[in-house]
T-cell receptor
Framework: GENVEQHPSTLSVQEGDSAVIKCTYS??????FPWYKQELGKRPQLIID?????GEKKDQRIAVTLNKTAKHFSLHITETQPEDSAVYFC?????????FGKGTKLSVKP | EAQVTQNPRYLITVTGKKLTVTCSQN?????MSWYRQDPGLGLRQIYY???????DKGDVPEGYKVSRKEKRNFPLILESPSPNQTSLYFC?????????????FGNGTRLTVT
């Protein structure tokens, strides 16, 4: 089955710096790569996703890059702000059995 | 408003007392699923359903049951809860395939089993 690893587990940055979170997957058939954000006490919500026919996608300060050969995709947040502080998740699995990464707790210090 | 509704938000119960957590979605989604979230372990899938009357085990199904009699509802049943099922539970739904469409999560149910 699919195996998903996410690194780092915690990340602390100064406001204005960039943050990068990486997700590695095992299933070569995977073709969809999302990132979810979960603020404290709230539900996870999709912030950006990419499909396998695209190498990079940007939405304002966030971007996702995909390296299918190496089987990993990354979340990039530029010009971080305190409201970016949250837990970020990736997941893999193209069928019903979805495997989430263990999450990255991002802290942005003012 | 498109949403996934879970009830209750908080639940405290005792070992062995059967309980049901309800989940309902109004987006006509085929796919529904349940997760538990524990510190350091992230979100782990309990059960999922690809459509009415079709359910499958996720990674941590032991001690849980589900049913999908109607498209909009996907209740999670704990027939004999134990303290190790104390956790934060999320229901989610999406169009098919789930690994290709946005997962919409409910607000979560915090369960404590004493």
């Amino acid at each position: 089955g699919e195996n998903v690893e996410q690194h780092p587990s915690t990340l602390s940055v100064q406001e204005g710096d960039s943050a990068v979170i990486k997700c590695t997957y095992s299933d070569s058939a995977s073709n969809y790569f999302p990132w979810y954000k979960q603020e404290l006490g709230k539900r996870p919500q999709l912030i950006i996703d990419i499909r396998s026919n695209v190498g990079e996608k940007k939405d304002q300060r966030i971007a996702v890059t995909l390296n299918k050969t190496a089987k990993h995709f990354s979340l990039h947040i530029t010009e971080t702000q305190p409201e970016d502080s949250a837990v970020y998740f990736c997941f893999g699995g193209s069928q019903g059995n979805l495997i989430f990464g263990k999450g990255t707790k991002l802290s942005v210090k003012p | 408003e498109a949403q996934v509704t879970q009830n209750p938000r908080y639940l405290i119960t005792v070992t062995g007392k059967k309980l049901t957590v309800t989940c309902s979605q109004n987006m006509n989604h085929e796919y529904m699923s349940w997760y538990r979230q524990d510190p350091g372990l992230g979100l782990r899938q309990i059960y999922y359903s690809m459509n009415v009357e079709v359910t499958d085990k996720g990674d941590v199904p032991e001690g849980y049951k589900v049913s999908r009699k109607e498209k909009r509802n996907f209740p999670l049943i704990l027939e004999s809860p134990s303290p190790n099922q104390t956790s934060l539970y999320f229901c989610a739904s999406s169009s098919l395939p789930p690994g290709g469409h946005t997962l919409h999560f409910g607000n979560g149910t915090r369960l404590t089993v004493t």
